[in-house]
């Protein structure tokens, strides 16, 4: 059994692991290392990939940096988050507003560190990512449809410096990104309906609050009507294999998220519209394994 010194450390470990949301960290990271062997670098072997130090320092350093924009991010929030998302906030609040700075400054600090292994660009690279997430969160946030659009550009990022590493400027690399781009930025105006009461409590400036529920309805309705563009192209024009089964479902999710969107009317709507985005982004994640299932036994040797 636990004693009482031991849960409370416990739950401080929880509630910084709730703060950097280490559950979307690992995510992205296998996102990454999913993408390398799959899409950016099919000509290389499993292991060159899998054991490139290069990549996984820029997949370390790339976790740093996230956990760090999570933390930021939730120290601009506090008081709004106390509104929107009272359990997760009570949670957060047992690591101090300090240790949580403390932790950012070293996280990024470190992610610095380790990318300079890589090369002088790359300290360029996640310094400017640093600066980017933290000028989104303390300023470019509160600007309506920028902040979105900010959001979603930082959100891909990781995937974008693994894309230069490579080196790799397939029309096919485009054309996924603008999918993910486009579902990232759908979720992220949900998130603005969604979080309403509190970002009206702390003067936020978004489109709901700005033009009604019912304008940004429409432009995020007009945004999955144009992420339909992009899955038809992969399906129909490139060549992923059995992946092209996932971007069929997602059509068909897409289509019901839409007729689902227009109906919608309070919070507890637009938190499953929230968690059907989120479903289909994180399903991506694995689903890139099915571009082509014997490619991992094919490129061990």
């Known amino acids: 059994m636990f004693d009482r010194k031991s849960k409370l450390l416990l739950l401080k470990v929880l509630s910084l692991f709730s703060v950097v949301r280490g559950y979307n960290i690992l995510v992205i990271a296998l996102a990454q290392y999913l993408a390398s062997i799959y899409i950016l670098a099919p000509d290389l072997s499993l292991r060159k990939v899998v054991f490139d130090v290069n990549l996984f320092v820029i997949v370390i350093a790339s976790a740093m940096v996230i956990a760090a924009g999570y933390i930021i991010n939730n120290f601009y929030d506090a008081e709004k988050d106390l509104i929107n998302k009272p359990r997760k906030s009570m949670l957060d609040r047992l690591v101090s507003q300090r240790f949580k700075l403390t932790t950012y400054f070293v996280l990024n600090f470190m992610a610095v560190i380790a990318a300079s292994y890589v090369s002088f660009r790359a300290v360029f690279f996640f310094s400017s990512y640093i600066f980017g997430i933290w000028l989104y969160s303390h300023k470019l946030k509160r600007i309506p449809l920028l902040g979105n659009f900010i959001s979603a550009i930082l959100a891909i990022t990781p995937f974008f410096v693994v894309f230069v590493y490579y080196r790799n400027f397939e029309t096919v690399i ?25 970002d009206i409590a702390q003067n936020y400036r978004t489109i709901p609050i700005i033009y009604g529920a019912n304008i940004s309805k429409t432009i995020i309705a007009s945004l999955i009507l144009f992420t339909l563009l992009p899955s038809l192209l992969l399906i129909f ?19 019901l998220f839409i007729f689902l969107l227009l109906r919608s009317k309070i919070k507890k709507d637009y938190v499953w519209l929230h968690n059907i985005l989120k479903l289909i982004i994180v399903a991506g994640v694995f689903s890139i ?10 490129r061990i040797l």
């Open 174 to 198: 485009f054309v996924h990104a603008m999918f993910l781009f486009l579902l990232i930025l759908s979720r992220e105006m949900i998130k603005d309906l969604e979080n309403i009461s509190g």
């Open 237 to 255: 024009k490139y060549d992923v294999g059995y992946m092209n089964f996932y971007f069929g479902v997602c059509i068909l999710l897409l289509v």
């Open 289 to 298: 394994l099915l571009i082509d299932v014997d490619m991992v036994l094919n």
